[in-house]
């Protein structure tokens, strides 16, 4: 049996690179060393489940199969994720690789010591528990439309097993360990943050949607609430891309790769301003709105912004010798306008940010006299030159330190 089943995974056609990925290639190497002697069988037996257990837990030799089969970027998964659908031939080719690839999912140390042409030692069973869905304990190969299906709502290859990416001189970087703040460990600015999650599931609904500008003090939680919708949405197929200011220019070069895909794109720009005669002040007019190529109805920008008005402006601009003032003027605030929302935060007063202080004090579950509590959090933000919710949290955080070491606050 283990020779049958290494002849089949070599036969594999539209899953064929899994048989390059770490766990099916060990797996391959075990059945090929069934016949083999006692030592070279044991040492391939340790390799595969060395690397079995390298994999997420529980290690499971199906799980670790099917999440292979699922982040796959083949000819089968690329076009159920586009627009267009998988001729019958392909859909064919994939549900055979599928159940063998079932079938291989299923492989035990059982089959593998009936196969054994010598004695083997006490050797222990690996994992072999059935994965979530949409591959559970039926024939894979039956579920090729689940499979289908899958691909259209979440993508395929990097696009299905990450959900954040950096955009930097023209490649896409997974971020492999993103930011895990949710919406609910963001206090205050409710108004605002609302506004951004109703126009976030707009977009995400299938309905039009508008770009947005996070504006106002440093500190207040603008790009945290921008990484929170992302970890809050990801499931219902949001992604999101980060741009650097300076690689604004391949803005068209970005969203024409993403363009025909079947997840939503935020492309979040932190920290956005601009000099005058910057080439990327244009570039990213032209994507907001007034381009000859339209933004893809899959891609939304949201912006954060420490300035109303992008583009910097001085007084000497202000005085300068340029006949149509006026012009120069519109063009300073000509960028911001083409954000169809902007969300103003500010710094919170004292009430507010002891109010703040209060919120985090109860989701930690802090058994300490609120008035003392309260009274180190202003000398904390005194000591730091204003308050926000980032002191905030700071502030929690060396709280949280102290009275694990046994200090009063």
């Not at 054994?116 to 024939?139: R, Y």
Request: net charge negative; proline share 5%; hydrophobic share 40%.
């Amino acid at each position: 049996m283990p020779l049958i089943l290494l002849s089949e995974l070599r036969s594999l056609t539209v899953y064929r690179h899994l048989l390059e990925k770490p766990v099916l290639r060990a797996l391959c190497k075990l059945l090929e060393a069934s016949q083999a002697d006692a030592v070279t069988l044991c040492d391939c037996y340790g390799a595969f489940c060395a690397t079995l257990n390298a994999t997420p837990a529980p290690h499971s030799l199906a799980q670790a199969i099917a999440a292979d089969i699922l982040t796959d970027d083949n000819p089968f998964s690329s076009a159920c994720s586009s627009e267009r659908r998988p001729d019958p031939a392909l859909f064919a080719a994939a549900r055979r690789d599928l159940s063998i690839l079932c079938e291989a999912s299923r492989f035990t140390l059982q089959s593998l010591q009936n196969a054994a042409c010598s004695d083997l030692p006490e050797l222990l069973p690996w994992n072999t528990d059935a994965p979530d869905t949409p591959l559970d304990t039926g024939d894979w190969g039956s579920q090729v439309e689940d499979i289908a299906a899958y691909h259209a709502r979440y993508g395929c290859g990097r696009f299905a097993q990450h959900r954040a990416f950096l955009w930097r001189a023209g490649r896409l970087i997974p971020v492999e360990h993103p930011d895990p703040i949710r919406l609910h460990n963001l206090k205050s600015y409710e108004y605002q943050r609302q506004i951004a999650i109703d126009n976030t599931l707009a977009f995400l609904n299938g309905f039009e949607a508008n770009n947005i500008l996070f504006y106002g003090d440093r500190g207040t939680g603008k790009s945290s609430t921008v990484k929170a919708l992302l970890n809050e949405y990801a499931d219902a197929g949001l992604r999101m891309i980060e741009v650097p200011k300076e690689y604004l220019r391949e803005l068209p070069d970005l969203t024409e790769q993403i363009a025909g895909l079947p997840m939503k794109f935020i492309l979040f720009i932190d920290d956005l301003s601009f000099n005058a005669n910057d080439d990327n002040f244009a570039a990213l007019k032209a994507v907001l709105e007034g381009g000859l190529a339209s933004r893809p109805a899959n891609v939304l920008i949201y912006a954060t912004s420490n300035r109303r008005h992008l583009l910097k402006e001085t007084f000497s601009d202000r005085d300068g010798d340029e006949v149509h003032r006026g012009d120069t003027v519109q063009e300073s605030v000509s960028l911001s306008d083409r954000f169809g929302i902007s969300l103003t935060f500010l710094l919170p007063d004292k009430q507010h940010f002891l109010e703040i202080i209060g919120q985090m004090a109860d989701d930690a579950g802090l058994s300490v006299d609120r008035d003392r509590l309260l009274a180190a959090a202003e000398r904390w933000a005194i000591q730091r030159g204003g308050r926000s919710p980032r002191y905030a949290r700071q502030f929690m955080i060396d709280v949280q330190a102290r009275l694990a070491r046994g200090e009063t606050i």
